[in-house]
Structure formats: C-alpha cells, structure tokens
C-alpha cells in the first residue's frame, strides 16, 4: 500500500486531534503541520508556514509532492485555498471559497437560511450604524446579538441583554472598528434562548454523515459567566441530544444546507459545522462554521473508531457512506487549560511541566498555544493544552479528565481552566 504525504493547516488543539488520529492510519507516511505546535512536533515535522500564507503553502505543497491537504481553520477557507490548491492540481479537503461564505460572511449566511427555510433567529442587516441603531431602538426585542459580518477571530459576536448594550455594540463594531473591515456590515439578532450544542457533519458534495453530538463550553468562567472564547472545553456524545432530535435535526438542517447550496450552484465537500441553539420551538441554526470546531474536534477524534484518512479521500471523490464513519461507545470529554489573562492579554514563555511518569494516552493531552524549545515545551499562546479523555460514561470520562489535572500530571504558572465542562449533561 502507497502511504501518503499529508499536510495539516493550523497549529490548535484541533490540528493536534486530527494529526493524532490520522498518524494511526496505516495509510499515512510522512505528516506535515503548518504551522503545527509543540504536541505536532512529535506526530510529523512542522512546517514555518503561516495560514494566511496560501500561495506558500501551495508552494510547500508541490514541491514536497504532498499527497492530502487537510485544512483545520477558517481564513485559509474563506481566502480561497481550496480552489487555489484544485488549480494547481493539488488534493486538499475543505469547501472552497464560494462555500466558506456560509462562515466568512454572516450577512450572507443570514440571507441563505432564510431563502431555505432552515430554522433560524430572526435577522437583520445594516450597512450603517445609525440605521442599526434605530432599529435597536424601535426593536420588540430586550435582548439581541450584535455580529460583524466578515471575520473577526471569533471575537465579533456580541450578545446584548438591553437595547443599550446592543447601540453600545454597534459603536463598537461599525464605528470604532474594533475588528477592523469585518464590521462595515453586520447582523442583528434576536437572543434565542436554551442549549447549545455543535454538529458537524461530513459532506462529498451529495452525501452527508452527522457526527456525534458535541457541547462546547464558550465562556471562560464556571457556569457560562465571564467572557466568551475559542472554546473551554467540549464533550461528546450529548445525552440529551436524542437519536429522534438528530434526526429532526438532519431533516430541517443538515439536508436543507447542503440542498439548498446545490441550488446555489455550490457544491459542499468538507467538513459543514452547524452551532445550534436547541429552542422551545426546536433546533435552530445560530452560526454556520465551514471547519471542524475546537475543542469539538478532540473528543471527536478520541471517539472515532473509523481510520480517518478513506473517510475524508471519500469526501473528496464524493462516495461518503455512512458505514465509513464508526464511532466508540461511551464518552469523551476535553479540558482547556488556559494561559493566566486568557481571552484578554496573557503572558507566553511559561515553562510546560510534566509528570515523569505519566503516560500520555487516557487522557492525552492535545497542544494548541505550545512551542517546542530544545528539550523544553513552552506556552506561547491563549488555549495552552486540551487534556481529553475517554471512559464508558460521561461521568468517568469528566473524573477522568480532572483527575489528571488535579494530580498536575501536566502544569504550567497560573494556568486557568474551567471546573465544570460536560456537568450540566450528567
Ligand atoms: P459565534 O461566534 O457566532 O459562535 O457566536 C458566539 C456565541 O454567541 C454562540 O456560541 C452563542 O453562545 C452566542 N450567540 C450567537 N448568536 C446567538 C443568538 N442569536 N442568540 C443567543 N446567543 C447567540
Ligand atoms: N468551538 C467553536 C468553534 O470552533 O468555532
């Protein structure tokens, strides 16, 4: 059998997850990350190629005969890698540019899902800030979401409980510029309320196969309080996702996206993440992200059974069954460990300290704001280290995952982390 070349795009704990599972794959030879991190140095050899460098990565990627390209983040979808690559004649997984507007563009998302029918928050778009503000102010609604349109870091989302928030983010966003170009347009949105749960979904273009359920946790402090991030940490299955509300879930969603893509004339092949907030009146679609999530991805990863690289070869030569895609019974949950700060400023340079004697298998522990210095790991940004395990049950699998924080297997200065991923489920 042929091994392959694979090239990785991104330097998270998602990258790491997803190297992780594919380094087990018997069809896989040499692995590249680019950029990568200090947990990917040790699967492959990190590559000093920034994501937003797309036509070097192209370069790299001819030029060490890379047989796969695997994108993990957002900008290099929505800048065009995908169809940069197909020019060249190089394989790459991912949804090209037309696409990736589903996330780059939250104005044009907003206006899709409402010419499919897909369930959705009621959603408006302002080009002007004091027609936004009008509109807050003559508004039905108490409280809404404030969204700059293009990419803001996942920063640009803003969720108000008063009117006065809601002007005081429109300032921010369209006056200010707090994110820069990403807030010359944006969308405002009633507040849905109730559980949020992530399901991504594989997709080759025609077929699509859910993966399992995951919850992210976005706010920094126990109980949902403080500011919003990356993502604290995430688990998966979710018990109160029943195979009934996946389906429900497949049928209103899922499908309508992809279909409703098709009529548009684009064709989905990547990885189609829905953000869904779980509402008296059902599921409905709070984002779109084009990409796995992080941390979503770590537990997926720990869970999936199926060797990972045939399951995305099928999405790109568009003969995805879902028989391809098995996952283990029982549970997986992944904690962020956090730098001191984090999302505001925080410090990078800290030493990483592990236990001699633990063996990084259940949990493992996924890099993400890591670099390698001789002999030495480094943190060098705001979500250090995913520590993510595996048991029969969610209860074990939190226990699990503490336990070896507790026991500071793994550790660095003032690190923060949340104490409560995957409780409110049990
Ligand atoms: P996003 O960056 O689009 O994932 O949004 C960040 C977070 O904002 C989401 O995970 C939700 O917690 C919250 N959010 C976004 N849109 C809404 C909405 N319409 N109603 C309530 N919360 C929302
Ligand atoms: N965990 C949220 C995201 O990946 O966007």
């Known amino acids: 059998m042929k091994q392959l070349s694979v090239l990785i795009i991104g330097s998270g704990g998602r990258e790491h997850a997803l190297g992780w599972k594919l380094r087990?794959?018997?069809?896989?030879?040499?692995?590249?990350?680019?950029?990568?991190?200090?947990?990917?140095?040790?699967?492959?050899?990190?590559?000093?190629?920034?994501?937003?460098?797309?036509?070097?990565?192209a370069r790299f990627a001819k030029k060490g005969r890379i047989d796969l390209t695997v994108v993990g983040p957002e900008a290099p979808l929505v800048n065009g890698i995908v169809d940069l690559f197909q020019k060249r004649g190089l394989t790459i997984f991912g949804p090209n540019r037309r696409a990736s507007q589903l996330e780059g563009s939250k104005a044009w998302a907003a206006n899709f899902i409402k010419k499919w029918n897909i369930p959705h928050p009621e959603s408006f778009i302002f080009n002007n800030a004091d027609k936004a503000k009008k509109f807050v102010k003559e508004s039905k609604w108490s409280g809404m979401v404030v969204k700059a349109d293009a990419l803001a870091q996942g920063k640009g989302v803003i969720v108000c409980v008063s009117k006065a928030e809601a002007e005081y983010a429109i300032d921010e966003i369209m006056v200010k510029k707090t994110f820069g170009d990403a807030g010359n347009r944006i969308v405002i949105q009633e507040k849905l309320t109730g559980e949020e749960v992530s399901v991504l979904a594989l997709c080759d273009g025609k077929n699509i196969v859910p993966l399992l359920p995951s919850q992210d946790h976005k706010r920094i402090y126990d109980d949902d309080k403080g500011a919003n991030t990356g993502g604290m940490g995430a688990y998966a299955p979710v018990p109160f996702v029943s195979p009934k509300l996946q389906r429900e879930i497949t049928k209103t969603i899922l499908k309508p996206t992809i279909a409703g893509l098709k009529k548009e004339g684009i064709e989905y092949k990547g990885v189609l993440y829905a953000g869904l907030m779980l509402t008296k009146e059902g599921p409905k679609v709070l984002e779109y992200n084009v990409r796995m999530g992080d941390p979503e991805t770590q537990p997926l990863m720990m869970l999936l059974k199926s060797d990972l690289l045939p399951i995305i070869n099928s999405c790109i030569t568009g003969t995805l069954k879902k028989s391809q895609v098995r996952f283990k019974q029982g549970y997986s949950v992944c904690v962020v460990l956090a730098a001191d700060g984090y999302p505001s400023s925080y410090e990078k340079g800290q030493e990483i300290h592990a236990d001699n004697n633990y063996s990084n298998n259940n949990p493992f522990v996924f890099h993400a704001g890591t670099t390698q210095k001789g002999n030495t790991i480094l943190t060098s940004g705001g979500r250090v280290l995913g520590v993510t395990s595996y048991a029969p049950t969610l209860k074990n699998a939190i226990k699990k995952a503490y336990d070896f924080i507790n026991e500071k297997k793994v550790s660095f200065n003032n690190m923060q982390y949340r104490t409560d991923i995957g409780k409110k489920a049990l």
């Open 24 to 57: 087990s794959s018997p069809r896989v030879g040499k692995l590249y990350f680019a950029p990568g991190n200090g947990g990917t140095a040790k699967l492959g050899e990190n590559i000093d190629i920034r994501v937003e460098q797309i036509e070097e990565l």
